[in-house]
């Protein structure tokens, strides 16, 4: 489990990395600018939660609470339309749906930001042990690099640092890249969704945002699927709007 946060660490690391070599090849210290880019993420997090925090979780919540219904009326449509004889109640149990779950889930989003806050209290202790050894990855990474580089042969030395400190710059840069598109991916889709009336249409754009980006080949067409089956269900014609608006 710790071997895990390690490696969540780093990962966060290399995030960080393009911002923190940003400001520091501008004169500021890299401890001083890793401190600065964590406080940024700290305070764009607070900002979203405080502005749509509390929406996104009771839509969420309602999403959740409606999911058994929406898939009824999915597997209704495709028996009516291709002659197929699918049993719902079978397809919710694999699913594991039940009123249960869908009653504890609901119960624990419609609290909002304090509910969810209260649910992940108890991983606090791994999100700050995360936050410390990103902070010091980022921080001492080219030291750290050079240090471990030191332990080869001399004529490894300095190739060993090299790929090092390219590796994390180029990752680092793709994962920025990726974070920039899904937010401004997100931030269209959500915004398009409300113009047409999409049902819950802040997870569904942020969804469809954040999948595009990240699930390779096939994350565009998940993210406008969804929500294009929940908008079907209320207004056929706007997955029409739904499907040209993403091509575009």
Known sequence: GFLFLLLLAWL???????????FSNRGMRRGVATGV???????????????????????????????PDYIAQTVTWLNSTFRLNLDVTKI?????????????????????????VGTIFGFVFDGLTVLVFAFYFSADGPRLRRAIGSWLPLRYQKVFVQVGDIAVTKTGGFVVSKVVLASMSAFFHCGFFYLISVPYWLPLGIFAGVVSQFIPTIGTYIGVAIPAIFAALQDPIDVIWIIVFATV
């Open 37 to 67: 880019v964590g406080l940024l993420v700290v305070a764009a997090s607070v900002v979203f939660l405080t502005v749509f925090g509390s929406l996104f979780f009771t839509q969420l919540a309602e999403l959740v609470t409606r999911l």
């Open 92 to 116: 919710l149990a694999q699913l594991q749906i039940s009123p249960e779950t869908i009653a504890e889930v609901a119960s624990n989003l419609a609290g909002g930001i304090f509910g969810v």
């Open 12 to 22: 966060l690391s290399i995030a960080m990395e393009p911002a923190v070599a940003w």
